[in-house]
């Protein structure tokens, strides 16, 4: 992990609040935690989890972001600098700030480590202890604070500790969480060559990574289909923990589906509220140095009588299959190219109006497509990308080579850029789709950047032509198995949305809103047929020099950066008397960002211009304060205000 890769992360005003999902990066959680807040320990902090919108628990974390430690040194003591030569030694990139009850006498630490790769519920704590053993901080520990979904308050100081207050930013490497799991999985094949399971069924009996991929998905899950889920709950449990052994994103999916065909636990509503409940117990009880692994599951599918070798005898249905409200509901979830945003198939737009950024944002998205991880903290599941740009060749070799430079890498072979005409409007959709086939690249994102390029001669808000460019849309992601997205305007009305007749809006299966109001450029889901509606992040364009043309002027472009942490910016006082004493108090507050209630009223006396009469400075600095807080300016904690 660079320092400028997307950590997911949730925040919420108090531990008491539902989190807000937040993604940022290394070097915004260094400004995060660098300056503390004076005051009694409370407020603010974050989770170092991808968890959803809603309440804080464990059972809702997806993924862990960062280890992190709180030091309390009970045990054992280990002071800062001894710690940052431990961390050195290991050359991990950390950051090692102190906690509220910290002083000189009695240190307390807070230590956060990068990791490689986001750690999954089951593998955290295991590399929690791994990783403090190997620093040798263990005894130091306070083993209370390792739960997935802990809340660490933002840094805070009693107001006669702010200098001792610590803060050290360590540089390195993200600890390898691969060679950690590793290492658990070498414990896993010792544990099946004693239990007697053949070489030739290593890689299945999961003494190997099975890798999550289509064909192994179908792989599973037809093992799965093979044992009954009305088995004993010993058995049932262990074959769920055999398929979350592999870590796969589609897990917990795949062993809901299968307990769901079970009559007896999920056949009326109160029953399966409880069968609910009961495996998301069991998926967060499941221990990865158990030794349970996909051969398991592996076992129990052969003593049903599932022979992997066999080929598919079940006959091709010929007549119509009437299904049963629960059998659809243990059909398979949407595939998704990115989770939440972007299906595997269909087509979907991304709009807004011109200079929103629009275009620069679909490259940065399919540019990290096509090399996997994740995307404003959504996973991806790479793929090939066909880019047709028609509205010019120089544009998009100006952005694609400011990403190449800003991230310090090519773009993945599987991005293809088509630069030729393509017209949604004619047949030669099917000469596309077929040089597509021969190319290999099917089963990708195919965009076609703008609409209105691809349609030269339309009439955009005839519900015949639109009714046209989207047959031919829905046509060639048919024929490639791809999803089409296409990159279009807002109408002159931006509530409106999509220019063109509303037939677009209502066949799309996502549509992304892209917007440039005064706080800053933002995108939002304003559709989405199969997850949820309503998603939405900032992000701005940051330049990219790329070098001089033959005048010597700069060449420039732009790529994508997450603003994770960017406030709406503050209005700014319009009477004089209020913008005397805002500056005052900013100039008293310079040193730590907080000023008693007694002294603000007393720097803000002396503020206010000569002319003001004793009598009436004090209803005149009152007022201004009260003024100051409704926007923003000051936010008061009890005693004290933090400046702005």
């Known amino acids: 992990m660079t320092t400028s890769e997307i950590i997911r992360t949730a925040t919420a005003s108090d531990f008491t609040k539902p989190v807000k999902a937040k993604s940022i990066t290394w070097q915004m959680l260094e400004g995060y935690l660098c300056k503390p807040k ?23 974390v997806g993924s862990v972001s960062l280890l992190v430690y709180d030091l309390d040194n009970k045990n054992s003591v280990v002071v800062a600098d001894e710690l940052r030569h431990r961390i050195e030694s290991k050359r991990y990139r950390a950051i090692i700030h102190s906690t509220h009850s910290h002083t000189p006498d009695k240190p307390r630490y807070r230590l956060i480590l990068a990791v490689s790769e986001p750690i999954m519920p089951a593998d955290h704590k295991q590399i929690l202890i791994s990783v403090a053993a190997r620093l040798g901080i263990s005894d130091a520990l306070d083993m209370n604070a390792t739960d997935l979904s802990r809340f660490f308050y933002r840094p805070r100081c009693p107001v006669e500790q702010v200098g001792n207050y610590v803060f050290i930013s360590v540089p390195g490497a993200a600890v390898d969480i691969g060679s950690l799991r590793s290492i658990a999985n070498q414990n896993v094949i010792d544990l099946c060559a004693w239990r007697g399971v053949d070489s030739v069924n290593r890689n299945l009996a999961g003494v190997q990574d099975l890798l999550e991929t289509d064909q192994n998905y179908e792989l599973v899950r037809k093992m799965l289909s093979s044992v009954p889920s009305d088995c004993d709950r010993d058995k049932w449990r262990n074959i769920v923990w055999s398929v979350i052994s592999l870590n796969w994103s589609t897990g917990k999916e ?49 003593e049903s009588g599932w022979n992997r070798t066999k080929p598919n005898s079940e006959p091709a249905p010929e007549r119509f299959i009437f299904h049963t409200a629960s059998e659809v509901a243990s059909l398979p979830p949407p595939e998704w190219r990115i989770k939440g945003l972007l299906p595997r198939q269909g087509v979907a737009a991304v709009y807004g109006p011109s200079g929103s950024g629009k275009s620069f944002l679909v490259l940065d998205m399919l540019a990290t497509l096509t090399q996997g991880g994740d995307w404003f903290g959504h996973a991806l599941k790479p793929c090939p990308v066909i880019y047709v740009a028609l509205e010019g060749t120089a544009g998009i070799r100006k952005r694609l080579q400011a990403w190449s430079r800003h991230h310090g890498q090519k773009l993945p072979k599987p991005f293809k850029i088509v630069t030729q005409n393509l017209s949604l409007l004619s047949a030669s959709v099917v000469l596309f789709a077929e040089d597509i086939r021969n190319a290999g690249l099917c089963g990708g994102v195919i965009v076609i950047d703008t609409l209105a390029q691809s349609a030269p001669g339309a009439d955009e808000n005839c519900s015949k032509d639109m009714g046209t460019i989207l047959a031919h849309a829905q046509l060639l992601q048919r024929e490639t198995d791809s999803m089409v997205l296409l990159v279009h305007h807002a109408g002159k009305e931006a509530s409106r949305g999509m220019r063109g007749h509303s037939s677009l809006h209502a066949a799309l299966d996502t549509v992304i809103e892209v917007k440039h109001p005064v706080s800053g450029r933002e995108w939002q889901v304003t559709k989405s047929k199969d997850g949820e509606g309503g998603i939405s992040c900032p ?63 007393a720097v803000a006396t002396d503020a206010l211009p000569s002319d003001v009469s004793d009598r009436r400075s004090k209803e005149r600095v009152k007022g201004a304060l009260q003024r100051l807080e409704k926007l923003g300016h000051l936010v008061r904690d009890d005693d004290s205000y933090e400046v702005k």
């Open 38 to 60: 004076v005051g009694p320990k409370e407020g603010n902090g974050f989770v170092a989890a991808a968890i959803d919108d809603g309440p804080r628990k464990n059972e809702r």
């Open 254 to 302: 795949l062993i809901r589906e299968w307990s769901m065909r079970s009559d007896a636990h999920w056949g009326d509503p109160i029953n399966a509220r409880k069968a609910s409940a009961d495996l998301d117990n069991v998926v967060a009880d499941y221990d990865p140095m158990s030794g349970t692994s996909i051969g398991t599951l592996f076992h129990h599918a052969t």
């Open 539 to 601: 992000f701005r364009l940051e330049p990219v020099q790329l070098g001089h043309d033959g005048d010597g002027d700069k060449i420039t472009s732009c790529v994508v950066i997450h603003d994770l942490f960017r406030q709406p910016a503050l209005k700014e006082p319009s009477g004089k008397n209020q913008r005397a004493i805002l500056v005052a108090l900013r100039e008293s507050a310079a040193g730590t960002g907080t000023i008693g209630v007694e002294e603000a009223f």
